[in-house]
């Protein structure tokens, strides 16, 4: 089993683990092999929705992040962000990664929609 992140983007479990805050590869939630499984086997939306749910199925999510360095991070608002990407999956508001991309833009930045306003993936 192998963790890896890599912030240039390079492949599509670099853009899951960003999108659901799985970036810590020495304490990983999920691991590579389970991110490559679910694209392949659903493809990268419903994959990520899978992936979310795997996490919120955890009998304890918020213990895989208890080795990060940030003392003060909020167990419950990563949840919130997880419940959030795979809810927003499946409402079709996610579209996979690719074709062409502004230089200095990246999937962590805010997305505007005109009917909504601002989030955050």
């Not at 074709?99 to 200095?104: C, E, F, H, P, S």
């Amino acid at each position: 089993m192998s963790a890896t992140f890599n912030t240039d983007l390079v492949n599509l479990s670099d853009h899951m683990r960003l999108a659901l805050g799985d970036t810590d590869v020495s304490n990983p939630v999920l691991q590579d092999e389970t991110y490559n499984a679910l694209v392949s086997a659903h493809g990268y939306v419903e994959g990520l929705a899978q992936a979310a749910q795997a996490i919120l199925d955890l009998p304890d999510p918020g213990m895989y992040k208890a080795g990060s360095t940030d003392a003060e991070f909020d167990f419950t608002a990563w949840i919130a962000n997880v419940r959030k990407v795979r809810d927003d999956c499946r409402a079709g508001l996610v579209h996979a990664p690719g074709g062409a991309y502004r230089v200095g833009m990246s999937v962590s930045q805010p997305a505007y929609r005109p009917d909504r306003g601002f989030r955050e993936l």
